[in-house]
């Protein structure tokens, strides 16, 4: 996840509090998707960004995931996603982001 | 009777192994600056000629196998080195490095590059004796004695040549100009890199074709990745220019194209408008070999005690021309683009390179019979977590023709094996786009075995910072009568 990025979650959750946020994923591998996913729970493990040694434990899940497309529009996401899921390693992502879930 | 309709005329490729200068590839080079020891483990994990010229990717690359072939033999390739066949490659030779050295000191007229005067006069004679290297090795380059080397190595501006990492320095780069960073020593070997392996793949094209000569050729068109230049101008070009005396086209002119990693397919098409504009005759197309893309992932590869795969560089060189009515036609008709509007998500970059021309041309997918794009050597990028780039490309063009309804959901999984390319191509992205299949494909067409093959490039443009979008473009080639 880019420094813009992690800086900008960190003060969403600053001036939010943690309860009220969701963070959406959309990487388009596991690798990727993974290293988001602890980025905005455990912290940035390249130690690189404003997210590093910071455990934000937010909830987060990718746009993939059953319970995130049940929530969109059909039609939408038809139209903006389902080719990606298609396209991408879908089925893959999901089980990583719930092994990473589950600990 | 011949028409003005462009047609490929030939095509031919060139690969220098070029281990001694992986150190000067962008992400050795930054590493060794941080962290001195790691040259020596850099260079224990270099690949000898020998066993560079036994890799399947690079033998297929060179056209001693099909492309097909890398279906068949189980990644990763690295561990499974063939026997040399030893017979003469279709489309170009492996250059040895030292030859490739010795190249670099007689393609640079300001005479930056030094060669040990020992070193020439071992490889003088090796050079003369060669058709590939002799036109080019006619001229005897700047050369010092061993007190004379001695003396410039100790400029802290100056960069050593070895070969294979290690001992003496052959020879040594010096700056072009000591206030500016675009003529530094690492830019002008960078450059000159270019510059000889893009001039091996034209000479290559040169001695596997008929009907093109050195006189022949009027035009150069050059997509290759480097920027020549000074603090002026960086980038001001022009290496096609630069390439077509060295190889000695007295006759012609040259221009750069740039446009990332797609720079050959606007290249292609450009040339291919070109011809049939009757501006020009004979145009080439060439994209020489990157420098700074040796060892990109070698950290990865290193970590996993895997060999520095990246480690050659690699060039291409395609002819074309006027109809001859037998080879392969360029059809400008469909020509893919891709309008700033589509934005930067892959399955839109593919529905505007891939399906809009299909769709112009009121083609279903199945009378295409091959589709190429970015055929990167899986075994250099998914080592080091980068995926199989080609792999995943086609899964989502699959995914984009499917959601067209072009093709079955069920047929993407098979859309690869079906209508694509297995990743073979050095990582450098110029000629691992579609550009270094035409060789193969020109092959596969006089064999019968397509009727066409669409090629297409993406560039990453949001690199330079400048626009956050990419660019590509898709050309097709069809056997000539289709």
Redesign the interface.
């Known amino acids: 996840m880019d420094l813009e990025d992690q800086g900008r979650i960190k003060e969403l959750a600053e001036a939010h509090g943690k309860d009220d946020l969701v963070v959406l994923l959309g990487a ?2 596991t ?1 990727s998707s993974q290293v988001q996913f602890e980025t905005v729970t455990t912290g940035d493990p390249s130690y690189a960004g404003p997210l590093a040694g910071v455990e934000l434990g937010l909830p987060a899940y990718h746009v993939f995931e059953p319970n995130v497309k049940a929530a969109i529009d059909p039609d939408q996401y038809a139209e903006n996603i ?3 899921e ?3 390693d879908a089925d893959a992502i999901v089980d990583a982001l719930a092994g990473m879930r589950a600990g | 009777m011949p028409t003005n309709r462009p047609v490929i005329r030939g095509a031919a490729t060139a690969l220098a192994h070029t281990p001694g200068m992986v150190r000067y590839g962008s992400k050795p080079f930054r590493e060794a600056k941080a962290e001195p020891e790691f040259l020596a483990e850099l260079t224990r994990g270099l690949w000898s000629y020998d066993e560079a010229c036994r890799y399947l990717p690079n033998q297929v690359f060179i056209g001693s196998q099909a492309p097909a072939r890398l279906w068949e033999v189980e990644q990763p390739w690295f561990d499974k080195l063939a026997d040399a066949d030893g017979g003469e490659p279709p489309f170009g030779h492996i250059l040895e490095e030292r030859r490739f050295l010795a190249l670099l000191a007689c393609a640079d007229p300001f005479k930056h590059v030094l060669l040990r005067e020992r070193f020439w006069e071992e490889m003088g004679p090796v050079m003369e004796a060669a058709p590939l290297t002799a036109p080019l090795a006619s001229r005897t380059p700047a050369l010092l004695t061993d007190a004379q080397m001695d003396t410039e190595l100790e400029s802290p501006n100056s960069l050593p040549l070895f070969t294979a990492g290690e001992g003496a320095p052959v020879g040594v780069v010096k700056t072009g100009h000591s206030e500016d960073e675009a003529l530094s020593a690492s830019v002008l070997l960078e450059n000159l890199c270019c510059k000889v392996s893009g001039t091996l793949a034209v000479h290559e094209l040169l001695n596997h074709v008929d009907g093109l000569g050195l006189g022949d050729v009027d035009l150069v068109l050059s997509c290759s990745e480097e920027a020549v230049g000074d603090r002026y101008q960086r980038g001001g070009g022009n290496m096609a220019k630069a390439i077509a005396e060295f190889a000695g086209c007295d006759l012609g002119t040259g221009i750069d194209i740039k446009d990332f990693c797609a720079a050959p397919i606007p290249a292609m098409v450009i040339g291919a408008s070109l011809v049939e504009s009757g501006v020009f005759e004979n145009v080439v197309v060439v994209g020489g070999g990157s420098l700074p893309k040796l060892g990109m992932k070698s950290l990865y590869h290193l970590e996993q005690g895997i060999p520095v795969l990246e480690d050659a560089l690699s060039a291409v060189a395609v002819w074309i021309g006027r109809d001859d009515g037998k080879s392969p036609t360029v059809n400008l008709q469909a020509v893919g683009r891709h309008p700033v509007k589509a934005g930067a ?3 839109k970059q593919f529905r505007e390179l891939v399906l809009e021309p299909l769709r112009r041309l009121e083609w279903g997918v199945d009378r295409l019979d091959r589709v190429v794009t970015e055929v990167h050597n899986p075994d250099i990028t998914v080592s080091a ?1 980068a ?1 199989d780039v080609a792999a ?1 490309n086609y ?6 023709l ?2 067209a309804k072009e093709i079955d ?1 069920s047929d ?1 999984a098979g859309f690869a094996r079906a209508k694509g390319v297995c990743g073979y191509a050095p990582t450098q992205g110029h000629i691992a786009s579609g550009f270094v299949y035409v060789p193969h494909a020109l092959r596969e067409m006089a064999a019968g075995d397509i009727r066409n093959c669409m090629l297409v490039a993406r560039a990453s443009l949001f690199l330079g910072q400048m626009t956050e979008l990419t660019d590509g473009m898709s050309v097709l080639i069809e056997r000539n009568g289709e």
């Not at chain 2, 899964?395 to 984009?400: C, E, G, R, S, T």
Request: no cysteine; aromatic share 0%; charged share 30%.
């Open positions: 388009p591998t690798e389902e080719v990606l298609m396209g991408l | 998500a892959l399955d977590k995926g995943r899964k989502m063009m699959a995914a984009m499917a959601m959901k993407i």
